[in-house]
């Protein structure tokens, strides 16, 4: 059910992409929103993961540097049937951890100093099985396409408003209800685009819970983690994170600024530690 809410999501950005392109430009514009959202695919689809990364200053580590953490990785890439990711250390004491990457061959998954210090290892294990499930599912790459297309949608809006500013003194019949209309359009179309986002990345969370509990076998330990992370990422919210890549974590990083959890990249905390214990219980 949600790999299909998710195709519908999608399809739904591209469409107002579309319609975005064509209110700007007829069948012209919707061409160039196109090329313009292929050319940011193109770029996120190769580059997306580096970028990511380096903002948040993650150094590489070898199973030399830190064995205990890396053969975990290696032991829960192993039971997913996945090839072993580049792991990082992000040098931040905000608990949170995210997987970027392309596909599984070019993966990458990424934990703060925070979370190590603050989760069992039970728990940890519980925490990279859920971003080894973001790999295994490709929400990476679904979950860039989704943050492009509301990029591309919102730059157009921009645009939008410009052009109805500029345009509306083309004649008194089409100043009134063309500027109007054309506004209204730029202001509606990049919120609708956001909270179509933001669904995406909701309901890639609850699948990711269900698939690393597999994984691990451990839904109990990662539910307990959740509930950790949740109350330590509202005591050490990370300074570093932006909306643009907070749906990457795996509780949301800008917990605490209230006017960020207005509109929330996760599900609620207590829907996805439900659905665990059930899971744990064998109601599920």
């Given at each position: 059910?949600?790999?299909?809410?998710?195709?519908?999501?999608?399809?739904?950005?591209?469409?107002?992409?579309?319609?975005?392109?064509?209110?700007?430009?007829?069948?012209?514009?919707?061409?160039?929103?196109?090329?313009?959202?292929?050319?940011?695919?193109?770029?996120?689809?190769?580059?997306?993961?580096?970028?990511?990364?380096?903002?948040?200053?993650?150094?590489?580590?070898?199973?030399?540097?830190?064995?205990?953490?890396?053969?975990m990785v290696r032991r829960l890439s192993q039971q997913a049937g996945l090839?072993?990711?580049?792991?990082?250390?992000?040098?931040?004491?905000?608990?949170?951890?995210?997987?970027?990457?392309?596909?599984?061959?070019?993966?990458?998954?990424?934990?703060?100093?925070?979370?190590?210090?603050?989760?069992?290892?039970?728990?940890?294990?519980g925490v990279m099985a859920h971003e080894l499930a973001h790999v295994q599912?490709?929400?990476?790459?679904?979950?860039?396409?989704?943050?492009?297309?509301?990029?591309?949608?919102?730059?157009?809006?921009?645009?939008?408003?410009?052009?109805?500013?500029?345009?509306?003194?083309?004649?008194?019949?089409?100043?009134?209800?063309?500027?109007?209309?054309?506004?209204?359009?730029?202001?509606?179309?990049?919120?609708?685009?956001?909270?179509?986002?933001?669904?995406v990345s909701r309901s890639r969370e609850y699948l990711a819970d269900a698939?690393?509990?597999?994984?691990?076998?451990?839904?109990?330990?990662?539910?307990?983690?959740?509930?950790?992370?949740?109350?330590?990422?509202?005591?050490?919210?990370?300074?570093?994170?932006?909306?643009?890549?907070?749906?990457?974590?795996?509780?949301?990083?800008?917990?605490?600024?209230?006017?960020?959890?207005?509109?929330?990249?996760?599900?609620?905390?207590?829907?996805?530690?439900?659905?665990?214990?059930?899971?744990?219980?064998?109601?599920?």
């Amino acid at each position: 059910m949600n790999r299909i809410k998710t195709t519908l999501l999608l399809t739904s950005l591209t469409l107002l992409l579309v319609f975005m392109g064509s209110a700007i430009g007829g069948q012209s514009g919707m061409i160039i929103a196109f090329l313009i959202a292929g050319g940011m695919n193109f770029f996120s689809y190769w580059y997306s993961d580096k970028i990511v990364l380096k903002m948040y200053k993650a150094r590489e580590v070898t199973e030399a540097d830190n064995p205990g953490f890396y053969g975990m990785v290696r032991r829960l890439s192993q039971q997913a049937g996945l090839p072993m990711p580049k792991v990082y250390i992000i040098p931040s004491e905000a608990p949170n951890a995210f997987a970027t990457g392309r596909n599984p061959q070019n993966a990458a998954v990424a934990a703060t100093e925070g979370i190590m210090r603050l989760l069992t290892e039970d728990e940890l294990e519980g925490v990279m099985a859920h971003e080894l499930a973001h790999v295994q599912n490709r929400d990476t790459l679904i979950s860039t396409l989704a943050a492009t297309f509301a990029g591309a949608i919102a730059m157009l809006g921009n645009m939008l408003q410009w052009a109805a500013i500029f345009g509306a003194g083309r004649g008194e019949d089409e100043e009134g209800g063309g500027m109007l209309g054309s506004l209204a359009v730029a202001i509606i179309a990049p919120m609708a685009a956001m909270l179509i986002q933001m669904a995406v990345s909701r309901s890639r969370e609850y699948l990711a819970d269900a698939s690393g509990a597999r994984i691990c076998g451990k839904p109990q330990a990662l539910a307990s983690a959740l509930r950790k992370l949740q109350m330590g990422a509202q005591a050490v919210p990370m300074q570093e994170a932006t909306p643009a890549t907070s749906h990457l974590f795996i509780v949301n990083p800008l917990t605490g600024r209230s006017l960020a959890n207005l509109f929330s990249t996760h599900p609620p905390m207590d829907d996805r530690v439900a659905k665990l214990e059930a899971m744990a219980s064998g109601r599920n």
